[in-house]
């Protein structure tokens, strides 16, 4: 049972990947990740996330390992905290509160106790210093680290712009044009600026910084797309640096591997470049990313890298500039026009992500499932161009159909698309049906289908709404033609409209009867078989936000927001207003499998949440302040099993669950749970033994290998305990050998079935007599059946000499003599 006073507002996923680089664990087989508050544990070879460690209050800025303990890491915040953590059991280890914003973290080796965060200057707007923050030691878990020692003043605000070099023996700072060298040990400070001008198109604003790691020589980014490489910088006048040139746009990042013979660089183009041994002449590409490079990090082995993307996606690149794995995140996309839908079948949130797609994403596992392309057309960045893009979007009731709706941003004269989806179980995927242009003559404000599942996907109509004054109703016929490669198509059936206003809102109700459309000021009720307009509501003064009908037990009342700030709720049998609110809803969503609906208010700044009944007027649960941010969009997404509670405050939560999103695109949600909870126990185990390496398919073995062996005990059978065998060599061999220079599988097969043959060991003192008992009998029947050989030979030339001929004793007969042979007849003689 669940406390009554445990329900809290829990950011579920949605946050940015890409607030500081990645880092690699020591063996490269995680992948440690800041998400929002939280700090991620991804799996390299699954892209599961293993673990979610959560403490900090704000913004997590920056995560390095602990170099004297490659199984701890360190975390910086806004929020004036260092925490450290072992990253393999999820634990907090310390909190070490400095009392200034953290906007970036870096560790030395060389540099005991001490860790390099990067701050506000005190006193002065946009000044930030890099300042050495020592760790305090002591027993509490919570501890005070106010020593600080300025390093560097004028630094960049970001990790990009600072680098150490050669084992810690100097530190480089970038900002604007300068370029500052810091050397430890001499305290030796030597500043460098680049020419203002811009020539031939040409900018040199510094954008990123990184180090060599075994040599002295710096490389940077520029907003111009160069990379200069600098060397001799010990002297302030003698210095030199070469420049190398692919980028057409600013480099976002850049990264030595771990030998220095490769240079890594990304940038807008979505390209990550390769350099080989600093020259413009010998490089690599690994094109086609998807979207532009943000970070850029190496593991410590130098085997893999990892690019953080601006759509929120994490790319895992071999070191022979390969793809390997993709960890997508939700894409924050500039607007979300389609708003919040779930998807029938997945129950994943549906919505915008690139430009042009769908981007279905999982709430268990905080990762996008699949993209859908609506648009098909190229997105080409360029600022001022006008493209198509996503607007609506709406499901049928069992998810076989999609509806979505595309416009070009032209604000007079729209170009609309209206496509119908039919998803094919076989290719598992969304084939567009029917496309139609030009639906209406003016942008489409809403649609919706009629959700009656009892009666089939003949029942299905879809309604949408525009500011063309009207409504359409589509419905689905077959198609004649012979070349057409579907059975039915999507035709309009029906044209509504009332006094000339815009169409704003459309729904049905639960049963299909009913359709509620919204004209400005007023809401219409139409039948849904005769097309008749039943009745008309009013609530002057404003325009109608938003409409939903009850559902179950409160089916017959009709809800309805104006942009004035009320909430009224209508009768449909006595067609008068039953009652009404001052709230300026910005949000009314109701839930699907339930009599509530929920509505989210905006007022002064301030995020409220209202949980009520239409057929109450008062809430059963009322929110204040849910967030600090102001809440957009929201959706009730139906629970597997519902959920237990002891408290009726909370009834609405059983059966669904309240996901809403905010204006800076975090999904957050209401739960009794926390986010770490929600994990399952499989996700959290880490440490493993390294035999076995731990994938789904394991996973199950195990599994049924476990219920096997109960099943087995429960029946009285003997259970065969075997030693764990280390994996075959020949097995290894098999799976990681490329398939270019293998030998035939003919040749391969019987070394491959010996490995698997398993060697019998540990016998037990009876099984060893009974095998020598067998070889004893084995030898003398071996002994005996030579006798008898002789015999037989000596009997067959008595007999051919006499002419006649005898049957020859089968097998089991000799067997049986001779086992008469030795039996022991001794007792006879005592009679």
Same mark, same amino acid.
């Given at each position: 049972?669940?406390?009554?006073?445990?329900?809290?507002?829990?950011?579920?996923?949605?946050?940015?990947?890409?607030?500081?680089?990645?880092?690699?664990?020591?063996?490269?087989?995680?992948?440690?990740?800041?998400?929002?508050?939280?700090?991620?544990?991804?799996?390299?070879?699954?892209?599961?996330?293993?673990?979610?460690?959560?403490?900090?209050?704000?913004?997590?800025?920056?995560?390095?390992?602990?170099?004297?303990?490659?199984?701890?890491?360190?975390?910086?915040?806004?929020?004036?905290?260092?925490?450290?953590?072992?990253?393999?059991?999820?634990?907090?280890?310390?909190?070490?509160?400095?009392?200034?914003?953290?906007?970036?973290?870096?560790?030395?080796?060389?540099?005991?106790?001490?860790?390099?965060?990067?701050?506000?200057?005190?006193?002065?707007?946009?000044?930030?210093?890099?300042?050495?923050?020592?760790?305090?030691?002591?027993?509490?878990?919570?501890?005070?680290?106010?020593?600080?020692?300025?390093?560097?003043?004028?630094?960049?605000?970001?990790?990009?712009?600072?680098?150490?070099?050669?084992?810690?023996?100097?530190?480089?700072?970038?900002?604007?044009?300068?370029?500052?060298?810091?050397?430890?040990?001499?305290?030796?400070?030597?500043?460098?600026?680049?020419?203002?001008?811009?020539?031939?198109?040409?900018?040199?604003?510094?954008?990123?910084?990184?180090?060599?790691?075994?040599?002295?020589?710096?490389?940077?980014?520029?907003?111009?797309?160069?990379?200069?490489?600098?060397?001799?910088?010990?002297?302030?006048?003698?210095?030199?640096?070469?420049?190398?040139?692919?980028?057409?746009?600013?480099?976002?990042?850049?990264?030595?591997?771990?030998?220095?013979?490769?240079?890594?660089?990304?940038?807008?183009?979505?390209?990550?470049?390769?350099?080989?041994?600093?020259?413009?002449?010998?490089?690599?590409?690994?094109?086609?990313?998807?979207?532009?490079?943000?970070?850029?990090?190496?593991?410590?082995?130098?085997?893999?890298?990892?690019?953080?993307?601006?759509?929120?996606?994490?790319?895992?690149?071999? #070191?022979?500039?390969?793809?390997?794995?993709?960890?997508?995140?939700?894409?924050?996309?500039?607007?979300?026009?389609?708003?919040?839908?779930?998807?029938?079948?997945?129950?994943?949130?549906?919505?915008?992500?690139?430009?042009?797609?769908?981007?279905?994403?999982?709430?268990?596992?905080?990762?996008?499932?699949?993209?859908?392309?609506?648009?098909?057309?190229?997105?080409?960045?360029?600022?001022?161009?006008?493209?198509?893009?996503?607007?609506?979007?709406?499901?049928?009731?069992?998810?076989?159909?999609?509806?979505?709706?595309?416009?070009?941003?032209?604000?007079?004269?729209?170009?609309?698309?209206?496509?119908?989806?039919?998803?094919?179980?076989?290719?598992?995927?969304?084939?567009?049906?029917?496309?139609?242009?030009?639906?209406?003559?003016?942008?489409? &404000?809403?649609?919706?289908?009629?959700?009656?599942?009892?009666?089939?996907?003949?029942?299905?109509?879809?309604?949408?709404?525009?500011?063309?004054?009207?409504?359409?109703?589509?419905?689905?016929?077959?198609?004649?033609?012979?070349?057409?490669?579907?059975?039915?198509?999507? &035709?309009?059936?029906?044209?509504?409209?009332?006094?000339?206003?815009?169409?704003?809102?459309?729904?049905?109700?639960?049963?299909?009867?009913?359709?509620?459309?919204?004209?400005?000021?007023?809401?219409?009720?139409?039948?849904?078989?005769?097309?008749?307009?039943?009745?008309?509501?009013?609530?002057?003064?404003?325009?109608?936000?938003?409409?939903?009908?009850?559902?179950?037990?409160?089916?017959?009342?009709?809800?309805?927001?104006?942009?004035?700030?009320?909430?009224?709720?209508?009768?449909?049998?006595?067609?008068?207003?039953?009652?009404?609110?001052?709230?300026?809803?910005?949000?009314?969503?109701?839930?699907?499998?339930?009599?509530?609906?929920?509505?989210?208010?905006?007022?002064?700044?301030?995020?409220?949440?209202?949980?009520?009944?239409?057929?109450?007027?008062?809430?059963?649960?009322?929110?204040?302040?849910?967030?600090?941010?102001?809440?957009?969009?929201?959706?009730?997404?139906?629970?597997?099993?519902?959920?237990?509670?002891?408290?009726?405050?909370?009834?609405?939560?059983?059966?669904?669950?309240?996901?809403?999103?905010?204006?800076?695109?975090?999904?957050?949600?209401?739960?009794?749970?926390?986010?770490?909870?929600?994990?399952?126990?499989?996700?959290?185990?880490?440490?493993?033994?390294? #035999?076995?390496?731990?994938?789904?398919?394991?996973?199950?073995?195990?599994?049924?290998?476990?219920?096997?062996?109960?099943?087995?005990?429960?029946?009285?059978?003997?259970?065969?305990?075997?030693?764990?065998?280390?994996?075959?060599?020949?097995?290894?061999?098999?799976?990681?050998?490329?398939?270019?220079?293998?030998?035939?599988?003919?040749?391969?097969?019987?070394?491959?079935?010996?490995?698997?043959?398993?060697?019998?060991?540990?016998?037990?003192?009876?099984?060893?007599?009974?095998?020598?008992?067998?070889?004893?009998?084995?030898?003398?029947?071996?002994?005996?059946?030579?006798?008898?050989?002789?015999?037989?030979?000596?009997?067959?030339?008595?007999?051919?000499?006499?002419?006649?001929?005898?049957?020859?004793?089968?097998?089991?007969?000799?067997?049986?003599?001779?086992?008469?042979?030795?039996?022991?007849? #001794?007792?006879?003689?005592?009679?």
């Amino acid at each position: 049972m669940v406390a009554p006073d445990a329900l809290r507002v829990v950011r579920c996923g949605g946050s940015t990947l890409r607030g500081a680089r990645a880092v690699f664990s020591a063996d490269s087989k995680y992948l440690l990740c800041a998400s929002g508050d939280f700090v991620k544990v991804y799996s390299v070879n699954t892209e599961e996330t293993l673990r979610l460690m959560g403490g900090h209050a704000d913004l997590v800025t920056g995560i390095q390992l602990n170099p004297h303990n490659h199984m701890q890491l360190y975390s910086s915040s806004l929020d004036g905290t260092i925490k450290l953590w072992d990253y393999m059991d999820g634990i907090l280890i310390k909190t070490f509160t400095v009392g200034s914003q953290l906007l970036a973290l870096s560790t030395l080796a060389s540099a005991e106790d001490s860790v390099f965060v990067v701050i506000p200057k005190k006193g002065e707007r946009d000044t930030f210093q890099l300042v050495s923050v020592k760790l305090t030691k002591g027993a509490g878990q919570d501890l005070e680290s106010k020593e600080l020692s300025v390093v560097l003043d004028g630094v960049g605000a970001s990790m990009k712009h600072i680098a150490f070099g050669r084992e810690g023996a100097y530190v480089v700072s970038v900002k604007g044009m300068n370029l500052q060298v810091y050397f430890f040990k001499r305290k030796l400070l030597n500043r460098f600026s680049l020419s203002t001008l811009k020539t031939k198109g040409g900018d040199n604003r510094f954008s990123c910084v990184v180090c060599h790691p075994t040599e002295d020589c710096i490389a940077t980014g520029h907003a111009d797309g160069k990379i200069r490489l600098w060397r001799n910088f010990h002297h302030k006048k003698e210095y030199t640096y070469s420049t190398l040139h692919w980028h057409h746009d600013i480099v976002m990042d850049l990264a030595f591997s771990m030998e220095g013979t490769r240079l890594l660089s990304g940038g807008v183009e979505s390209v990550l470049v390769q350099w080989h041994n600093e020259s413009s002449c010998q490089k690599d590409f690994l094109p086609r990313l998807g979207s532009p490079i943000e970070y850029i990090s190496m593991s410590s082995d130098g085997a893999l890298c990892c690019t953080l993307h601006t759509d929120n996606r994490i790319t895992i690149i071999n #070191s022979n500039l390969r793809f390997s794995r993709s960890i997508q995140g939700l894409i924050k996309s500039r607007d979300v026009k389609t708003g919040l839908v779930v998807d029938p079948r997945t129950k994943a949130l549906v919505l915008n992500g690139e430009p042009g797609h769908l981007q279905f994403y999982s709430l268990q596992s905080d990762q996008q499932l699949f993209s859908l392309d609506i648009v098909q057309r190229q997105y080409i960045h360029e600022a001022g161009l006008k493209q198509s893009d996503l607007v609506k979007v709406a499901f049928s009731a069992r998810g076989t159909w999609l509806a979505t709706v595309e416009e070009s941003e032209e604000v007079t004269d729209p170009e609309l698309q209206l496509k119908l989806w039919f998803y094919h179980e076989e290719a598992q995927s969304f084939q567009l049906n029917t496309r139609i242009n030009t639906p209406h003559d003016n942008h489409i &404000t809403d649609m919706c289908f009629r959700d009656m599942d009892e009666l089939g996907e003949d029942s299905l109509i879809l309604v949408t709404t525009g500011r063309d004054c009207v409504f359409k109703v589509w419905v689905m016929v077959e198609d004649t033609d012979p070349e057409a490669q579907q059975n039915v198509s999507w &035709t309009c059936d029906f044209v509504g409209s009332y006094h000339n206003y815009q169409a704003t809102n459309c729904c049905f109700s639960e049963d299909g009867s009913l359709l509620a459309v919204s004209f400005e000021e007023t809401v219409t009720v139409w039948d849904s078989l005769t097309w008749d307009l039943k009745c008309t509501f009013c609530h002057p003064p404003g325009n109608i936000r938003k409409i939903c009908f009850g559902r179950l037990t409160c089916s017959k009342y009709l809800i309805g927001a104006t942009d004035y700030g009320f909430l009224c709720c209508w009768n449909l049998l006595t067609c008068a207003l039953e009652w009404s609110a001052h709230l300026n809803v910005v949000v009314l969503q109701p839930d699907p499998v339930s009599e509530h609906i929920a509505a989210v208010s905006w007022l002064s700044k301030e995020s409220s949440l209202f949980v009520f009944k239409p057929n109450e007027p008062r809430p059963i649960y009322i929110q204040r302040n849910l967030c600090k941010d102001k809440i957009l969009l929201a959706a009730f997404v139906p629970r597997d099993e519902p959920e237990m509670t002891s408290s009726k405050k909370y009834l609405w939560l059983r059966k669904s669950q309240l996901f809403f999103l905010t204006d800076t695109q975090e999904l957050m949600t209401l739960s009794t749970k926390s986010l770490e909870e929600r994990l399952t126990p499989s996700n959290k185990q880490l440490a493993v033994e390294e #035999s076995l390496p731990v994938t789904p398919f394991s996973l199950l073995l195990g599994k049924h290998r476990h219920q096997q062996a109960q099943e087995d005990v429960d029946l009285g059978k003997p259970v065969v305990h075997n030693k764990q065998e280390q994996a075959s060599p020949a097995v290894k061999e098999l799976l990681h050998t490329p398939a270019h220079v293998l030998p035939s599988a003919s040749f391969l097969c019987t070394i491959f079935i010996n490995s698997l043959l398993i060697s019998k060991e540990n016998k037990s003192a009876e099984e060893v007599a009974d095998e020598v008992e067998m070889e004893s009998e084995k030898a003398e029947d071996e002994s005996d059946e030579e006798d008898v050989t002789a015999m037989e030979q000596e009997d067959t030339s008595h007999m051919e000499l006499l002419g006649e001929t005898t049957c020859k004793l089968s097998k089991s007969q000799e067997k049986e003599l001779r086992k008469i042979r030795k039996m022991d007849y #001794s007792w006879i003689s005592a009679f």
